[in-house]
């Protein structure tokens, strides 16, 4: 390995290019700062804003006393839901339930197809009218709105318009996973705030932002994996350490609103300088339908648009219509009602279920998971129950700094009956005579 150059931008290209021809693999430390600016006769402060370059670009990772090593690219990591053909009871893969999920064959029947060109407006105007008063009671004005190819790429979009490799961002701990692995793949560093039965923590969010946090992502119902959701006197909270950092990037992730039955609190402070409110149909329309709007300000909605332009990756205006006509037809939203009232009914047999044999998930609960607190590592757990015969999902995965141990149960899918079987053979795993 022979690093060369005299600048840091001369350094910065030679340790770039040996990672490219192989002669630097990920994993292998770099000289120190002060062995390397000997070595080339140059300053400390040279090779530190060379090594500072190569973190930000994803090239590099610093690892306190370990000093500065070559990044690996990032593995896929979990994903939510499960192959098809399992054998086991699915009550681990956070899926809606097929048989709620409104027929789309019909949806473009009541506004027939029309084909668009280059240079029409990115998000059809109808749609636009029909959701703007439903985000725009619920965030700061003015703001615009676009479209993403869900919730996850509106978050992937709006952290890479603000932040570069290396930046921090404040997310709930346990997380999703998918966002977990965004900011992985982005080379984005999560920094956890705990997460109780009323949500987020104002004091961790505190403690996060004094470390740097460049960006938050809140969940403010239905949070995955727990269930949990804001209550006013929480997001009151949240809302007043925001209002401190008011050059912080804050993404709201409701991305339940459409079948949620606890009620929307917002955390955006009005002074916030950039901020977006997310919502997605995949719940309700099915994750294959890969539609979210994307309330925002003007400059946040220019970034995205950027992006988002006729000729690029927009949203495709057949998807738009499928969302328009659903979202309208009295059948469709009969049919949302029937799935939001079947997947309270779930939540709450499944927990008394569980608490008839003394286990007590997290209350109250929303969304399509609840969440079981172990007082241990879960895969012993889960590698019973799946000889049982059910598929849940391990704690630990969900976790960015704590170990995260309990156990997510996905009910979408849940009938009374399963529930208590379910409880039984939990107990007896967890409580072997």
Same mark, same amino acid.
Request: net charge neutral; aromatic share 4%.
């Given at each position: ?9 001369? /350094? ?66 979990? &994903? ?130 004094? &470390?740097?946090?460049?960006?938050? /992502? ?178 630990? /995965? ?12 996905? /009910? ?22």
């Amino acid at each position: 390995m022979r690093i060369v150059g005299k600048t840091s931008a001369e /350094i910065f290209d030679s340790i770039r290019s040996l990672t490219q021809t192989g002669a630097l693999v990920p994993g292998q430390a770099l000289p120190t700062v002060r062995e390397l600016a000997a070595k080339l006769g140059v300053n400390r402060n040279t090779v530190s804003m060379a090594y500072r370059r190569l973190v930000n670009g994803g090239i590099a990772v610093t690892q306190g006393r370990l000093g500065t090593v070559i990044r690996g690219l990032p593995g896929a990591g979990e &994903q939510e839901g499960v192959a098809p053909g399992s054998p086991l009871i699915d009550l681990g893969s956070g899926n809606p339930n097929p048989n709620l999920l409104p027929d789309i064959r019909t949806a473009l029947v009541r506004r027939p197809y029309r084909p668009r060109l280059y240079g029409e407006s990115p998000v059809d105007p109808d749609l636009e009218d029909m959701v703007r008063p439903w985000l725009g009671r619920d965030c700061p004005t003015p703001f615009e709105i676009n479209l993403t190819h869900g919730s996850v790429d509106a978050v992937e979009r709006l952290l890479s318009a603000y932040l570069v490799a290396g930046d921090k961002v404040a997310v709930e701990d346990p997380c999703f996973i998918s966002s977990v692995n965004t900011l992985r793949t982005a080379g984005l560093q999560a920094i956890g705030v705990a997460v109780d039965q009323q949500g987020m923590s104002a004091d961790a969010l505190a403690c996060a932002l004094a &470390q740097g946090a460049k960006a938050v /992502i809140v969940t403010p119902r239905a949070h995955n994996p727990t269930g949990c959701s804001l209550d006013s006197e929480r997001a009151h909270a949240l809302r007043s350490v925001l209002a401190c950092y008011p050059h912080v990037l804050v993404i709201v992730d409701d991305h339940f609103s459409l079948l949620a039955e606890s009620s929307y609190h917002d955390v955006i402070p009005p002074m916030v300088g950039h901020w977006a409110l997310v919502r997605s149909v995949s719940k309700t329309l099915g994750p294959d339908l890969r539609v979210a709007f994307v309330a925002s300000d003007r400059e946040t909605s220019r970034h995205l648009r950027l992006h988002l332009a006729r000729g690029t990756n927009w949203v495709s205006h057949v998807l738009q219509d499928i969302v328009l006509a659903c979202m309208t037809r009295p059948q469709a939203r009969d049919r949302m009602k029937e799935a939001r009232v079947s997947y309270a009914r779930c939540r709450s047999v499944m927990a008394k279920a569980l608490a008839g044999q003394g286990l007590n998930v997290w209350d109250p609960a929303d969304g399509l998971n609840l969440w079981l607190p172990l007082r241990g590592a879960s895969a012993s757990a889960a590698s019973a129950l799946a000889r049982h015969g059910w598929m849940v999902r391990g704690g630990e /995965i969900f976790g960015v700094q704590t170990s995260s141990h309990g156990l997510r149960i996905t /009910i979408s899918t849940l009938d009374e009956g399963a529930a208590h079987a379910f409880a039984l053979d939990l107990r007896h795993v967890l409580e072997p005579t």
